[in-house]
């Protein structure tokens, strides 16, 4: 079946900041993360080998630092791929201007507003919960934000067999395939993403997206990542 084929790459690791929700931290990659960055350029062209796949040459990142720099150590080793383009639609979940807090500071200071109710246990991790902040949006708008950009693109540039790279986080990043259809919403809280490994999806005959190569990884524990 021609196809046209989207493949999502979460960032490496990264200095992330204890316990602060805020996912738009500018923080660059660790060394371990870069070594992950460097080894996705090999999952990549195994992944496209396997399939028969060829990759388009423009790639397409999260404007964050993370995101960016994962971007251009796996570009290094893809020949094929020489055109990198930043956006902040490929970004993670905005907090707004609670960004520089804690999630205790962020807990604390709704409590002592008095217009607003108590905030919900998995605030952090409900998909349709958006904290009452300037800016903020919840994990769905994220994600529609996101397969919103991947629906342009492909639109734009994809090619039946081939693939297009797309780098960023893996809340906006799950949260963008339910929305492209990929991923049921009882299932994203389920599933997180393995640093720098690709997921592969491919667009049906109806315009939705399926999951055709590569693995989410299994929520089985509670987990300190944040994106």
């Known amino acids: 079946m021609a196809e046209r084929i989207c493949i999502l790459v ?9 316990n602060t929700p805020s996912a738009h931290q500018p923080f ?19 992944l496209v080998d396997e399939n ?26 893809l020949p094929a791929c020489h055109d990198v383009v930043q956006t902040d639609r490929l970004t993670e979940r ?6 520089s807090l804690t999630r205790d500071q962020i807990e604390d ?3 002592q507003d ?18 009452p902040f300037i800016g903020a949006e919840s994990l769905l708008e994220s994600g529609e934000r996101v397969a919103s950009y991947v629906n342009e693109t492909m639109e734009a540039i994809g090619q039946p067999g081939q693939a297009v790279l797309f780098f960023g986080h893996g809340a906006s990043l799950r949260h963008g395939a339910h929305h492209l259809g990929a991923i049921p919403l009882q299932r994203v809280g389920e599933l997180s993403m393995h640093h720098a490994r690709p997921v592969a999806l491919a667009q049906s005959a109806d315009g939705t997206w399926l999951q055709v190569a590569g693995h989410f990884k299994n929520r089985l524990v509670k987990t300190s990542q944040l994106d």
């Open 109 to 111: 200071v709704l409590a």
């Open 28 to 46: 660059a990659l660790t060394e371990l993360g870069r070594q992950q960055a460097t080894e996705a350029a090999n999952r990549i062209q195994n």
């Open 52 to 77: 028969g796949w060829s990759l388009n040459k423009q790639v397409h990142t999260s404007s964050l630092l993370r995101a960016w720099q994962t971007a251009q150590l796996a570009v290094a080793g």
């Open 94 to 99: 905005c907090v707004g201007n609670g960004a």
């Open 114 to 131: 008095p217009r607003l109710e108590p905030l919900p246990a998995d605030w952090k991790s409900n998909s349709h919960f958006r904290l």
């Open 10 to 18: 979460r960032h490496g690791d990264y200095h992330q900041l204890t």
